[in-house]
Every structure is written in structure tokens, then in C-alpha cells.
């Protein structure tokens, strides 16, 4: 096995249900590659079934399925690279409403520019 | 959980790639009132939005409907309907052209002319190119749809299942709207399948997530004929490494001498393929071969190589500057410099629901468009026909479903079977998790559908399979999630989990009955090609005991 330092990842969490506000959770992802932030996420839910995130993909970095924020940056989260030992805050995208942790709803852009998708 | 919200419609629409989209369209120019559900965000979904644009069309001054038509038979090594694939290839200039007036834009060259590419197997360079690939076609065409005032779009809608009114006609469907929890009636007077292929059953390939197979699945179900499920096409060079790239393809048809002129080498840095190229399945099968005999690099792939192309490096770098290569350099590799390491992966389905040419399937008031139908490809399918056959089948299924609508259907989905379909997913529902470990199960399933229906299969392997995709069945029969409310991930995943598993055992009951080597069915057991017994599609369909695997006579 390698020694490489884990990924610490702080991800957003919200169920409308249950929540006044969002708060973020902390994740220790071990990984020997950098890793995109799509795929921390994935690796975050294979940690926490409740944890909600998109996970369709175009593999060309255009669609933007993945949007999300990244160390309070709008980022396509799929061409957005995280390095082991690294520590990466990753939030719903700033332009949409929130639907549940970090999966925001395309339909309801919160700024007129959001429908442009960046 | 009870359904809390019901929607009438004319044509139900499910799915939202190039094929849903279009069928919209077509229903709704045609008059219908059309709901379009998708279960991503539209246009941010989905498998077209993978698809490199390449779009095949016979405008060649050299080219006919004709000469396409032998070409995708050829291909398919016969195993096409000859109705379907004349529809193809009839209607793909007007069908291709015509999403222009959409919004699609082509490639042109200096003199304002479409660019047409020769890919193997087209006898006639043939293959336009859309600006933005998949998903600049994928996106023409939503905005099209958003703009008809008879289109209501549903984003993040997960269909569990369809409906039927008392005469057992299709009616409807019943949902999950992931967007405010709740379940949701769909009644419709003529359903169009779109929902894609089932590829993400393969632990290698390069499709999302999505491409479980749900549609086929629910069709099945409902009492359609599948055919040819055993045919998986796999493209041959698919990234295995880095992981943050896995599922990502570089293009073998490039290293053609006329292209790139590369080449796919081994450990030794022999090269892999022949020129002229092969076409896919010829080419996978090497790949396939030469990883098999220990001749592979250390993640398990081969390496395509453009570094040496005699073209030189500003024309390598020229031809990789598009989306695709860009997406693989922000992941720290240069494919214009670099050994990419690739494998054959799972990339599309040519069997599936069986369809008429106007996208009939064998339910009344259900039809299906590509890719999730079939079968117009055959064995093998020529580069550029999917996202053609998307424009061709999706405008005819929606017309021919808009015209079952006006002259069929008021009768509404029997409740009894809304009844039953909303107690199937409310028994999936408790206060607490069963503890299933779904993504163990997931991995397990994947895992032994690439060992066993990958590229090369066998009796006993496909026996193994089709026994794990019972046992998967049942273990997942007793898995239990909780009512989270909104975007009810773990409830979406328990479902597409136990559609994967169904369709796993239909891909290996049909892969066991076509006991012959046809294309990418590669049966180790039976090596040769079997025109006497074989010239048949595989027909999956289900009984009361189960699933019934035997032969369908192909249609002329």
C-alpha cells in the first residue's frame, strides 16, 4: 500500500426537512491519485449513504452536471482536481437553489446569469 | 407512500437524450400535449452528452441511401431488421439536416460545405461532425423543446415503472420527483421509451452513471419483447488510468493513417492494430487478445500513442484541441504527448426493446426509440449511426405515437395497477436502513458482468452470472431505505440497482442462447460464426415463471 496522505474534504450538508441552515461535514478520503472534486463526492457517499451529490457525467467537462463550489469558487467539479494531503471545502454552486446537501436545481437559477451555467 | 400528484398528458415521453428529445418534438409539432421526464437535469444527463458528434449521413455525390443501407448490414454481420435499418438509412439525410433547424451546427469546410469523414466501414466518407459533440446537439435540441408551449419538461424525475389501463395498453408511468419527494402519476395516452442503454452494468465503459437500463427493464415488465440483449458493442480504447479519467475514450478511429496515423502498442511497444484500421469489434477483439496474453501495461490497458505521428506535432496538437482531449489534460495528461493507457469498454447497446419502424414495440400504445430499442445495428455498429438513428427513430416514434394518442388511449392507467406499482415502492421504505450494503452489491453485479458478458464469454461463465444476478435480485427484495423526502438518492439507487441486476441476467440468459460468435458476442465455447442457426435475433420476454430466452426470425 502507498503512504499517501488522505484527501480532507469539507462538504456542505442540508435536508430541507430538517435543517434551519447548512453546516459543513468533514471526510477523510484516502487516495494515491489526485482525484477530481466529482469524484471525492462519490467517494464521500460511499462513506455516507446520506450524503446527496450528482453523479452524471459528460467526460468532457462542458455539461456542468457537476457544478459545485470549491474553496468558495464556482467549479465544474469534474475537471477540478484535489492532490492527497490536500484539504478542499466543497459547497452547492452559487447560482442555483439548493435541493439537498450539494445537488442544486438547474430550473431555478437564483441570478439571471445562472442559466448561462458558469 | 402514496402517489400525491397526478399529471394528464397526450404522449409521455421518457428520457430526455437525442432520441426523447426529439420524439417530443416530433408528438408535439404533431399536435399532442407532451410531458418529457427525465431523471438528470436536461442536457446535463444522460449518455448523448458522452458522444463525440459524429453523425452519419449519405450526402457524399458518391453516396446513396442504398450504399448506406449495404453498409450498416454489412457491419451488423446481417443481424439487423432490414425495415429498420432502410428507415435509417433512408431518412437520415433529412432527419440529420434538419436539426439545424434546431439550433445544430456542423463542421463546415473552407467552401461552406459539410466536412465528411470516412470511418472503417463506410464505403462513402460519410460521418458529419457536430459543433459541441453530444452535447451540443443534446443542447440545440432542449432549447427547442423549452421553447414549445405543448413540451412540460420534468428534470430529476425517476420513473419507477409503467402503467397500463384495463385493456393492457401502456398508460402511464409512476415516478419519483426527486425535487419535492413526491410519487407522482403520469397518465398518458401513448408512452415513448428513451431512457438509453444499460452500459454502466460493465465495470469498464464509458458511459454516466445514468446508463442503467431502466426503460428496457420497465418495458420488459410490462410485456415487450427484448432482442439481441447479449449485444454490447465495446469500443476499444477506453481509459482505464488515471481513476479520475476511467470511463473517459480516446478515438482508435485517429490513429488512422489519414488522421493521426498512430498507433496502440503493448508492453513491448509492438503495436496492437493493423492498417487500414479494423472495424470496432475487430479492433476491441485484439485489444481484448493482446490484454489476455499478459501483453498489457501496469493498470491492465494498452497505449494509444500520437506522440510519434508522423503528421507532426502542431497537427496532433490542432486535432486533439477539442472538449474530449481538453477534459483529459485538465486531469494532468497530454494525449498529444502522453501513453494513454485504454481497454475495450462497454459503449453501447444494439439490442433492446424490439421496435417497428414507426418505434412500436410489441405493447400496445408503447413505443421506443434508440438507444434503449433495437435492433437496426446488428453485431457491430458503424461509427456515427448512433446519434443518427437518435433523429431518425426518435421523429418517427413520436409521430407514431402522437397519431396511437389522437385515435387510442382516454381509457387511463387501471388504478389497480397504480395501486400495485406505488406499494412495490413503498415496501422499499422504512423508518430505518436493512443495512444492505448497496454499493457492494453494485460493484459485485459490475464486476462479474465485465468477467463473464465482457469480451469473450462462455456457458459456464454466463451461467455464473445469470445465478449472481438472482441471488442479487433477492438480496436487494430485502433491502430497505429510508423515506429521506427530497432527492431520495439511496431510494434511486436501491431501485436502478435492482434494474441492473434484472437486465444482468437477461444480457447472460441471451449471451447463453446465442450459442455462436457473431461481432462483439464473442463465445469462447463456440468460435464460429453460425448462419444456419443464428441468423435470428435472441428474444428475452417475460412469463409468470419467469423469463423466456429463445430465437425471433429478423424482419426483411
Known amino acids: 500500500m502507498d503512504n499517501s496522505p488522505p484527501i480532507t474534504v469539507r462538504v456542505f450538508r442540508f435536508d430541507p426537512a430538517a435543517d434551519e441552515a447548512g453546516r459543513l461535514e468533514e471526510f477523510a478520503v484516502a487516495s494515491a491519485a489526485p482525484l477530481s472534486v466529482m469524484a471525492l463526492l462519490a467517494k464521500v457517499r460511499e462513506l455516507d449513504a446520506t450524503f446527496c451529490c450528482r453523479t452524471s457525467t459528460c467526460f468532457k467537462g462542458r455539461c456542468g452536471s457537476c457544478l459545485v463550489r470549491v474553496n468558495g469558487r464556482d467549479a465544474f467539479g469534474c475537471t477540478t482536481l484535489v492532490r492527497p494531503g490536500e484539504t478542499v471545502v466543497i459547497e452547492p454552486h452559487s447560482r442555483y437553489a439548493v435541493v439537498r446537501d450539494v445537488v442544486i436545481d438547474f430550473a431555478r437559477p437564483l441570478t439571471a446569469e445562472g442559466e448561462s451555467g458558469q | ?556
Open chain 2, 1 to 556: 407512500m402514496k402517489i400525491t400528484a397526478r399529471h394528464n398528458t397526450d404522449v409521455l415521453v421518457i428520457g430526455a437524450g437525442a432520441s426523447g428529445l426529439r420524439a417530443a418534438l416530433a408528438a408535439a409539432e404533431a399536435g399532442a400535449a407532451v410531458i418529457l421526464a427525465n431523471k438528470g437535469p436536461l442536457a446535463r444527463s444522460g449518455i448523448t452528452l458522452t458522444a463525440a458528434g459524429g453523425m452519419q449521413a449519405p450526402l457524399h455525390p458518391d453516396d446513396s441511401a442504398a450504399i448506406f443501407c449495404d453498409d450498416i448490414i454489412a457491419c451488423g454481420y446481417g443481424l439487423a431488421d432490414g425495415d429498420l435499418v432502410r428507415a435509417l438509412a433512408e431518412d437520415a439525410a433529412d432527419r440529420v439536416l434538419e436539426t439545424e433547424r434546431y439550433g445544430v451546427n456542423f463542421v463546415r469546410d473552407a467552401a461552406g460545405g459539410y466536412t465528411l469523414s470516412q470511418f472503417p466501414g463506410q464505403s462513402r466518407p460519410r460521418n458529419l461532425f457536430v459543433r459541441g459533440g453530444g452535447i451540443g446537439l443534446a443542447a440545440a435540441l432542449a432549447k427547442a423543446c423549452r421553447s414549445n408551449p405543448r413540451i412540460q419538461i420534468m428534470d430529476d424525475f425517476f420513473i419507477t415503472g409503467l402503467v397500463r389501463n384495463t385493456g393492457g395498453a401502456a398508460a402511464g408511468a409512476v415516478g419519483l420527483d426527486l425535487r419535492n419527494g413526491e410519487l407522482t402519476l403520469l397518465a398518458a395516452r401513448a408512452v415513448i421509451m428513451a431512457t438509453g442503454g444499460c452500459q454502466w452494468l460493465w465495470a469498464t465503459n464509458d458511459c454516466p452513471a445514468d446508463a442503467t437500463g431502466d426503460g428496457i427493464v420497465y418495458a420488459y415488465r410490462a410485456g415487450a419483447e427484448l432482442v439481441d440483449m447479449e449485444m454490447a458493442l465495446f469500443y476499444p480504447s477506453v481509459l482505464v488510468w488515471p481513476p479520475s479519467l476511467k470511463g473517459a475514450f480516446v478515438h482508435y478511429e485517429f490513429l488512422a493513417p489519414d488522421a493521426l496515423d498512430g498507433n496502440i502498442y503493448d508492453n513491448a511497444g509492438q503495436p496492437v492494430l493493423p492498417k487500414p484500421l479494423p472495424v470496432r469489434d475487430q479492433a476491441m477483439r485484439l485489444l481484448a487478445r493482446a490484454i489476455k496474453d499478459g501483453r498489457g501495461g501496469p493498470h491492465g490497458g494498452l497505449l494509444w500513442y500520437v506522440g510519434d505521428s508522423p503528421k507532426g506535432a502542431a497537427a496532433v496538437a490542432a486535432k486533439l484541441d477539442i472538449l474530449q482531449y481538453n477534459y483529459i489534460r485538465a486531469h494532468g495528461v497530454d494525449p498529444a504527448t502522453d501513453r494513454v493507457e485504454v481497454a475495450p469498454g462497454a459503449h453501447y447497446l444494439m439490442g433492446g426493446i424490439h421496435i417497428d419502424p414507426d418505434g412500436r414495440t410489441t405493447v400496445a400504445g408503447l413505443f421506443a426509440a434508440p438507444e434503449c430499442a433495437g435492433n437496426f445495428d446488428g453485431a457491430n455498429r458503424l461509427a456515427g449511426n448512433g446519434l443518427t438513428a437518435t433523429q431518425v427513430f426518435g421523429a418517427r416514434a413520436g409521430l407514431a405515437a402522437s397519431r396511437w394518442a389522437a385515435e387510442n388511449g382516454g381509457a387511463g392507467p387501471d388504478p389497480a395497477a397504480a395501486e400495485a406499482e406505488t406499494a412495490r415502492i413503498a415496501a422499499r421504505l422504512d423508518r430505518g436502513s436493512s443495512g444492505t450494503d448497496i454499493a457492494a452489491l453494485r460493484d459485485r453485479l459490475r464486476a462479474a458482468v465485465q468477467q463473464h458478458a465482457g469480451v469473450g464469454r462462455d456457458a459456464a461463465g454466463l451461467t455464473r452470472l445469470a445465478q449472481l444476478a438472482r441471488e442479487t435480485q433477492a438480496e436487494l427484495a430485502a433491502a430497505r431505505v429510508p423515506d429521506a423526502g427530497v432527492f431520495n438518492q439511496r431510494l434511486v439507487e436501491l431501485l436502478e440497482l435492482e434494474n441492473m441486476a434484472e437486465i444482468a441476467g437477461l444480457v447472460a440468459g441471451c449471451a447463453l442462447a446465442r450459442a455462436e460468435t457473431r461481432g462483439h458476442h464473442i463465445r469462447d465455447d463456440f468460435p464460429a460464426r453460425d448462419d444456419a442457426n443464428w441468423l435470428r435475433h435472441t428474444l428475452a420476454k417475460r412469463t409468470a415463471g419467469g423469463p423466456l430466452f429463445g430465437a425471433k426470425p429478423l424482419r426483411d
